[in-house]
Nanobody, 126 residues
Framework: QVQLVESGGGLVQAGDSLRLSCAAS????????IGWFRQAPGKEREFVAA????????YYADSAKGRFTISRDNAKNTVYLQMNSLKPEDTAVYYC???????????????????WGQGTQVTVSS
């Protein structure tokens, strides 16, 4: 099975940027489609962005469109989430998740993902 470790979170001001990384070990990441999710205090976990195995297909939540970019480097077994123009409402713990999949399709459904990282905190101050 694959193990996922997120990094890159931190405390930033509104309008700043962060790049989150999701590093995989145990299996080659190219066999997995990847999603980013987030959970704010007192709220349910929500979808942020997803990418297919090759990177050819991506999905974004409406809140992320135009500001966030998901990408992957299969040679480095890493998926990234570039977050620009951050807002206080982006404050949350961000998780990456992986699903072993033969097709080259992305998915926004958290139930499709079998492996989750431990999360990285992103805090955006106003």
């Amino acid at each position: 099975q694959v193990q996922l470790v997120e990094s890159g979170g931190g405390l930033v001001q509104a309008g700043d940027s962060l790049r989150l990384s999701c590093a995989a070990s145990g299996r080659t990441l190219s066999m997995y489609r990847i999603g980013w999710f987030r959970q704010a205090p007192g709220k349910e976990r929500e979808f942020v962005a997803a990418i297919s195995r090759s990177g050819g297909e991506t999905y974004y939540a409406d809140s992320a469109k135009g500001r966030f970019t998901i990408s992957r480097d299969n040679a480095k077994n890493t998926v990234y989430l570039q977050m620009n123009s951050l807002k206080p409402e982006d404050t949350a713990v961000y998780y990456c998740a992986a699903d072993f999949h033969f097709g080259d399709y992305a998915t926004a459904k958290d139930n499709d993902y079998n492996y989750w990282g431990q999360g990285t905190q992103v805090t955006v101050s106003s």
